[in-house]
Nanobody, 115 residues
Framework: QVQLVESGGGLVQPGGSLRLSCAASGSIFGINTMGWYQQAPGKERELVAT???????NYAAAVKGRFTISRDNAKNTVYLQMNSLKPEDTAVYYC?????????WGQGTQVTVSS
């Protein structure tokens, strides 16, 4: 089993920044790709960004150029730096880890962008 614990969400004004963190623990040896998804009220969970163990990244079109995903393999932690935040970025952000079998999910952290 893998446990994922997110932190760093909160309330921020439009144009502001937040940094999310996700620490993985447990049976982490089989994990290659980690990433972040968002789920806004009444919507499906959607990809934000992913990163492989070697550092290859993938971003949703809506966040490209504003968000940056990074990873510290020594700390088993993945980060999401979110800049130039917009009200439409408001959502619960979930960390995920992909291994053999179904992905693992964190409990989610709320990000609210509002003036």
């Amino acid at each position: 089993q893998v446990q994922l614990v997110e932190s760093g969400g909160g309330l921020v004004q439009p144009g502001g920044s937040l940094r999310l963190s996700c620490a993985a623990s447990g049976s982490i040896f089989g994990i290659n790709t980690m990433g972040w998804y968002q789920q806004a009220p009444g919507k499906e969970r959607e990809l934000v960004a992913t990163i492989t163990r070697s550092g290859a990244t993938n971003y949703a079109a809506a966040v490209k150029g504003r968000f940056t995903i990074s990873r510290d393999n020594a700390k088993n932690t993945v980060y999401l730096q979110m800049n130039s935040l917009k009200p439409e970025d408001t959502a619960v952000y979930y960390c995920c880890a992909f291994s053999v079998g179904p992905p693992y999910w964190g409990q989610g952290t709320q990000v609210t962008v509002s003036s």
